[in-house]
């Protein structure tokens, strides 16, 4: 059993447990089992036709801080990926409303290195051209490839679907020698590799939150973006997965109904106890809470 094969019966063993707010936790305590959801997909891609654009949603226009220069008072001088805006500009953000803001892939002024997440040009090129994207990543060489089922992907999707897996240099060498080698195009199956250089944060959870929170970022042409967590393979074509989500349902954003737990602060509480990041970071996030 490698250390990944350790690591991810760990977090197998804890993911599902409940909390009872009537006892501390207890470990071993018995797992529940889920079932996939029913989901009534289309039979096929033929014949899609996007909606016209919804009346109910909130037209503004957004734009993102690319430099900052070096601040007031301060000799010394980082450049820090998120930026460094204050807790009043951090506010602003919340409101729709046309404005400028830090939104990840700062620099510093002329002659600063970069604040991270570094991509080859013809990546940048090519993910700005992407109008639908599947996107995952795997950093510190922390989990397998898995690769979509290309049974399960119609024609339309494999030509006009771009589907991008983000991995650091130690990840793709990991995966190189267990035999996942990209051809001559870049490509380990359906996935187009991108190779990111300089990650900006030591904590690989941290740094696979940039191409899961940022994919707006990442791909500025892209009118639709699915996530896909690296612990799972994609098994339906993405256009049903866009129509069922998001056309038939009228909706702009999806997201998964957790299988386990409903409440953010039972959600803080099982990262806590899973050491997911270090406790003076909880209480500083969360200096409200009781955890």
């Known amino acids: 059993m490698d250390k990944r094969d350790k690591r991810n019966t760990t977090v197998k063993e804890n993911i599902s447990m409940t909390i009872d707010k009537s006892e501390p936790f207890i470990k071993g305590r018995k797992k529940k089992h889920y079932g996939p959801c029913e989901i009534e997909f289309l039979p096929s891609v033929d014949n899609l036709v996007e909606p016209a654009d919804y009346s109910n949603f ?167 973006s699915i996530w896909l967590d690296s612990k799972l393979r994609l098994h339906a074509d993405p256009m049903l997965i866009i129509e069922y989500f998001l056309w038939r349902k009228k909706a702009e954003y999806a997201i998964s109904v957790h299988y386990d737990r409903t409440c953010v602060w039972e959600e803080v509480l099982q990262n806590k106890r899973l050491n997911k990041c270090a406790r003076r970071i909880f209480h500083r996030a969360c200096p409200y809470t009781n955890v």
């Open 58 to 224: 909130t037209q503004f226009l957004l734009k993102y801080i690319l430099n900052e220069g070096h601040l007031i008072g301060n000799g010394f001088f980082e450049p820090l990926f998120a930026g460094h805006q204050s807790l009043r500009e951090r506010e602003e953000t919340y409101y729709a409303k046309n404005q400028s803001l830090h939104c990840g892939f700062v620099d510093g002024p002329e002659g600063y290195p970069s604040s991270g997440f570094d991509l080859d040009e013809h990546d940048r090129a090519y993910m700005a051209t992407c109008r639908v994207v599947v996107s995952s990543c795997i950093f510190g060489g922390s989990d397998y490839l898995r690769r979509p089922t290309k049974s399960r992907i119609g024609s339309y999707s494999k030509k006009n679907v771009c589907f991008i897996m983000f991995l650091d240099e130690l990840t793709l060498t990991t995966l190189s020698s267990e035999g996942h080698v990209p051809d001559e195009n870049g490509s380990i199956g359906l996935w187009r590799i991108v190779v990111v250089k300089n990650l900006p944060y030591k904590d690989m959870r941290r740094a696979g939150k940039v191409p899961k929170l940022l994919a707006h970022r990442l791909f500025p042409s892209a009118l639709y």
